[in-house]
Structures are given as structure tokens and as C-alpha cells.
């Protein structure tokens, strides 16, 4: 199985632990909200469309899925009359909306949903906003997904910073890497990573950012608009990482140590995330060549974000614990194994109470606005 359909595989299936995720995800649209009603409002200025093209990509399944999709409506809806917008007599509006995740997403529940959020929308815009027609498109988004020239809009949230497979320089079985591996002992870059794990990370990305542009350029008309938030990091140093995050690491090695897994097992295994700077974007935006950078912006989200400030540690531990198991389950089950994951799950959220106990840590959100040259 690909990496990039084992990552998608718990995203959004879990039935308690994804409400936990949703959370944090939930913060990070909330901050981009502003960004996504300013790109919507200027596309409607700036063109006369009869029908709108609007995809999300990475949208999962669960209770944020029709969030984007909301926020686009309201940004239309709100402001149409106030600034005189008329897209084209009421009768003959119309609205594509193309949610986009991979093969193994839950689309069957995504269409479950689709009979309340269309009545919520009739009765809160009123029957003379338009049509509005949602599908689903499968597929990876490093590579085309819609007929060219289709899209006027393009959200994404909290997927562009997975990669698309482990950079292959890193790529080892546990046999091979045993011993020998470039990343010995870590699972991610980190301040002891030799400097070619810090390229081989960077270059995958790179790669990736560069295909999902070259993608998008063709299927999104001139003057169309992409606001993409993902997660990055506050600096140009690629080892800038919360200390949070490395507990799992230590964890691997315990777990090593006490012989419940082999030590190549440890060595050949490699996240294939990758958080980049503000800098890495506008450079890789302006590189491709087919969009204009409108603005970047980087947040704080709180890692527990369903937390207050006076909070049980312990629970805040489990929380988080929860928002990491539902995304990477899969990809650890494929690589260690099902016998290590409670255990491994279990260890992690004790660390991380003890550790939020102590540092209250936050995720680093990147929110960047691009336009289509025409």
C-alpha cells in the first residue's frame, strides 16, 4: 500500500478519536476563515460567473468535511448584496462543489451527510442563492484531478505537509536499514539528523508542492484563487520542532530496548511529513511560475485545543495522544505491527501529560493565498 493511502486511511474514520482531531483541525480553518472570505469576495469582483467551480482537496470525512464549503457560502452569501454582486440571474447560479481525498476515504459518509447540509443551506440562504452541486473526486492531489480550465476556487487544510511517499534516500527495508540507516534512532528529522536527511525531507517536498501546482494551474482558470493551510514551522531551521513531538521518538526506543520490536524495524521507518518554512513557499511558488503569491500568514494553534488554561494534564495528555493515533494508526500498524499500538499509544499520552504539565506547546499553521496569472 502507498504511504499517502495509508496516512488518509484514519483520518476521518475514527468514531471518538476523530472528534478529538477535528478540534485542532476546526481551529486551523477557523483562523483561515478570514483569508478564504477575502480570495471568494475578490473572485467575485473581479469576474462575472455563471458557475462556480470549488474544490476542496484533502476533505476527509467527518464533522469539519462541509466546514470549507460552508464558509465559501457564507463569504457569498453575506456580501453579494452589500457590494451589488450579481453572478448571473438567481434562476441559472450554480455552485460545483468537488470534494477531493484519496481512494481509501469514507466518501459513503460524506454522502450521508449530504440531505442536511443541503436543507441547512436552503434554509439559511434561502432558495434563491443558487444551485449548489457537490460530487466527490478521488484521487491523489500531486497529480490532475479535474478537466482543465474548471476551477475558480481551491481550499485545502492540514494535508499539503504529508508527503507522498518517504524521501527515497530513507527508504529501507528493516534488514537494510538495520545498523546502517541515515536517520539511525529517529523517526523525522531532528537537531542530530545528518544534513542529507534535511535534504532528502526537503526535496520530497519540494517535488510534491511543485506537482500539486503544476496540477492546479491547469485546472484553475486565470484569476482563480487556492488558500491552502498546512502545518510549518516558525523558522528556516528544518530541526525547529516542539519537543512534544520527539517523546514518540524516545518511546520507539524503549520500546526497542525491551525487545518488543527490532531495532531495524525502528531504523527503516520514517514520517513522510514535512513542515516548511513561509520562505520554502513563496520560493516554490514563485519557481512553478503559474501563481501570483497574495499573502502568507502564520498562527499559534494550541495543541490541545479542546483544553483550557487550567486543564487535567493527564486528560490534555490523552487528548492529544488521540489527535496523533488517528492520523498515523495506520502507517504504524502497516510498519510495527498491531501487537505495539495500545501500548505504544498508551506510553505516549503519560509523556505528553507530564511534558503539558510543564510546556504548553503549540503547532505552527501556515495560511497562504495564491492567485492564477492569467
Known amino acids: 500500500m502507498e504511504v499517502n493511502q495509508i496516512l488518509h486511511m484514519n483520518k476521518g474514520d475514527g468514531k471518538t478519536s476523530y472528534s478529538q482531531n477535528s478540534q485542532v483541525q476546526g481551529k486551523i480553518l477557523s483562523v483561515a476563515k478570514p483569508i478564504i472570505h477575502e480570495a471568494v469576495l475578490e473572485i467575485l469582483i473581479s469576474n462575472n460567473i455563471e458557475s462556480m467551480g470549488i474544490a476542496d482537496l484533502g476533505c476527509s470525512s467527518g464533522p469539519n468535511t462541509f466546514l470549507p464549503i460552508s464558509y465559501i457560502m457564507d463569504a457569498i452569501h453575506a456580501k453579494?448584496?452589500?457590494?451589488?454582486?450579481?453572478?448571473?440571474?438567481?434562476?441559472?447560479?450554480?455552485?460545483?462543489?468537488?470534494?477531493?481525498?484519496?481512494?481509501?476515504?469514507?466518501?459513503?459518509?460524506?454522502?450521508?451527510?449530504?440531505?442536511?447540509?443541503?436543507?441547512?443551506?436552503?434554509?439559511?440562504?434561502?432558495?434563491?442563492?443558487?444551485?449548489?452541486?457537490?460530487?466527490?473526486?478521488?484521487?491523489?492531489?500531486?497529480?490532475?484531478?479535474?478537466?482543465?480550465?474548471?476551477?475558480?476556487?481551491?481550499?485545502?487544510s492540514c494535508s499539503i505537509h504529508w508527503l507522498s511517499r518517504v524521501p527515497p534516500a530513507l527508504s529501507k527495508t528493516p534488514a537494510e536499514a538495520a545498523g546502517s540507516a541515515l536517520?539511525?534512532?529517529?523517526?523525522?528529522?531532528?537537531?542530530?539528523?545528518?544534513?542529507?536527511?534535511?535534504?532528502?525531507?526537503?526535496?520530497?517536498?519540494h517535488e510534491d508542492f511543485s506537482s500539486f501546482l503544476k496540477s492546479r494551474a491547469e485546472e484553475v482558470v486565470g484569476g482563480g484563487r487556492m488558500v491552502l493551510s498546512l502545518i510549518g514551522r516558525p523558522s528556516s531551521d528544518p530541526t525547529t520542532r516542539e519537543s512534544?513531538?520527539?517523546?514518540?521518538?524516545?518511546?520507539?526506543?524503549?520500546?526497542?530496548?525491551?525487545?518488543?520490536?527490532?531495532?531495524?524495524?525502528?531504523?527503516?521507518?520514517?514520517?513522510?511529513?514535512?513542515?516548511?518554512?513561509?520562505?520554502?513557499?513563496?520560493?516554490?511558488?514563485?519557481?512553478?511560475?503559474?501563481?501570483?503569491m497574495d499573502r502568507v500568514e502564520a498562527f499559534e494553534i494550541d495543541r490541545d485545543?479542546?483544553?483550557?488554561?487550567?486543564?487535567?494534564m493527564v486528560a490534555s495528555g490523552q487528548r492529544v495522544a488521540k489527535s496523533i493515533r488517528v492520523v498515523a494508526e495506520s502507517m504504524l500498524e502497516s510498519h510495527f505491527g498491531k501487537d505495539?499500538?495500545?501500548?505504544?499509544?498508551?506510553?505516549?499520552?503519560?509523556?505528553?501529560?507530564?511534558?503539558?504539565?510543564?510546556?504548553?506547546?503549540?503547532?505552527?499553521?501556515?495560511?497562504?493565498?495564491?492567485?492564477?496569472?492569467?
Open 305 to 312: 485545543a479542546g483544553g483550557g488554561e487550567s486543564d487535567d
Open 80 to 156: 453579494r448584496s452589500s457590494l451589488g454582486l450579481q453572478l448571473s440571474p438567481s434562476s441559472t447560479t450554480e455552485f460545483r462543489v468537488y470534494l477531493n481525498d484519496l481512494f481509501s476515504n469514507d466518501f459513503n459518509t460524506i454522502f450521508m451527510s449530504l440531505p442536511a447540509f443541503y436543507n441547512n443551506l436552503k434554509q439559511e440562504k434561502g432558495p434563491e442563492f443558487g444551485s449548489v452541486f457537490v460530487s466527490a473526486v478521488p484521487g491523489s492531489f500531486h497529480g490532475r484531478l479535474f478537466p482543465a480550465k474548471t476551477l475558480h476556487f481551491v481550499h485545502s
Open 340 to 374: 505495539i499500538i495500545d501500548h505504544l499509544f498508551q506510553k505516549y499520552a503519560e509523556l505528553l501529560g507530564i511534558h503539558l504539565s510543564k510546556f504548553r506547546t503549540k503547532y505552527t499553521s501556515l495560511v497562504i493565498s495564491v492567485i492564477r496569472k492569467q
Open 183 to 205: 536517520n539511525r534512532g529517529k523517526i523525522y528529522i531532528s537537531k542530530t539528523s545528518p544534513q542529507c536527511v534535511l535534504d532528502a525531507y526537503s526535496l520530497q517536498f
Open 244 to 292: 512534544c513531538d520527539h517523546i514518540i521518538c524516545y518511546i520507539f526506543i524503549c520500546i526497542w530496548v525491551q525487545g518488543l520490536i527490532e531495532e531495524g524495524k525502528v531504523d527503516a521507518f520514517n514520517i513522510p511529513y514535512y513542515a516548511p518554512c513561509a520562505e520554502e513557499l513563496k520560493l516554490e511558488v514563485q519557481k512553478e511560475g503559474s501563481f501570483v
